[in-house]
Nanobody
Framework: QVQLVESGGGTVQAGGSLRLSCAAS????????MGWFRQAPGKEREFAAA????????YYADSVKGRFTISRDNRKDTVYLQMNSLKPEDTAVYYC??????????????????WGQGTQVTVSS
C-alpha cells in the first residue's frame, strides 16, 4: 500500500510559477512510476507528466511540454512538478499517482493504482 500526499498548490497570476510536491509512504517508492494528472471543473482527469522509477525518463502532455518539469528524489520518497509560465487553462485540481513501473503506459489514468487527495492550482488572468 502506498499513500500519497500532495502540497504546493495555490493561486498565481498568469506567467507565474508553482512547485507541487508529492510525498509517498512505503518502502517501495523507488520501484514505482509516478505521474501527475489534473482535472478541471466539468472535464475528465487528464495526464500532465510522468517519470519512471529511476528518474531517467520523463513524459509530458503536449499542453505542458516546455513549461512543466517533473522530477523525483528517491531518498526522500518525493516527486515534484515544477510549473512555469502558467496559463489560466492550467487551472485544475492536480493529483499525484503511483504504480509499479513495468515500462509502458505512463500516460493512462487507469494504469495507476494509488492516488493522492489532490491540490488546487488556480491561475488568474
Amino acid at each position: 500500500q502506498v499513500q500519497l500526499v500532495e502540497s504546493g498548490g495555490g493561486t498565481v497570476q498568469a506567467g507565474g510559477s508553482l512547485r507541487l510536491s508529492c510525498a509517498a509512504s512505503g518502502r517501495t517508492f523507488s520501484t514505482y512510476a509516478m505521474g501527475w494528472f489534473r482535472q478541471a471543473p466539468g472535464k475528465e482527469r487528464e495526464f500532465a507528466a510522468a517519470i519512471n522509477w529511476s528518474g531517467g525518463t520523463t513524459y509530458y502532455a503536449d499542453s505542458v511540454k516546455g513549461r512543466f518539469t517533473i522530477s523525483r528524489d528517491n531518498r526522500k520518497d518525493t516527486v515534484y512538478l515544477q510549473m512555469n509560465s502558467l496559463k489560466p487553462e492550467d487551472t485544475a485540481v492536480y493529483y499525484c499517482a503511483a504504480r509499479w513501473d513495468y515500462g509502458r503506459n505512463y500516460y493512462q489514468v487507469d494504469e495507476y493504482d494509488y492516488w493522492g487527495q489532490g491540490t488546487q492550482v488556480t491561475v488568474s488572468s
